[in-house]
Nanobody, 124 residues
């Protein structure tokens, strides 16, 4: 199983980025998928998630209305569209997979597989 996260980079405040998480060795249609982030000196935190059915999503309060999680099962890829980025969004972003969970977990310990992370830097 491999989750390959990419799409990070340097962007000015107010800008946008789209992160992608390409999965291999698992079918994202059978996993709840989550995005987490970890800023320097801080703990990893939940950002957004999408259910295994794709019918529901949930977001951390600070990103609601700015970030959108989606997926393309044909490409076996999950996305995180990030708009109106703020300097406080700067972090390494990780995607994760939670097998057949009936809900979208927000605790990192509940996820079974993790990608390697992609760095997002938002300048002020």
């Amino acid at each position: 199983v491999q989750l390959q996260a990419y799409g990070g980079g340097l962007v000015q405040a107010g800008g946008s980025l789209r992160l992608s998480c390409a999965a291999s060795g698992l079918n994202i249609g059978r996993y709840a998928m989550g995005w987490f982030r970890q800023a320097p000196g801080k703990e990893r935190e939940f950002v957004a998630g999408i259910s295994w059915s794709g019918s529901s999503s949930t977001y951390e309060d600070s990103v609601k209305g700015r970030f959108t999680v989606s997926r393309d099962t044909a490409k076996n890829t999950v996305y995180l569209q990030m708009n109106s980025l703020k300097p406080e969004d700067t972090a390494v972003y990780y995607c994760a997979a939670d097998r057949l969970s009936p809900r979208i977990a927000t605790m990192s310990v509940e996820y079974d597989y993790w990608g390697q992370g992609t760095l997002v830097t938002v300048s002020s």
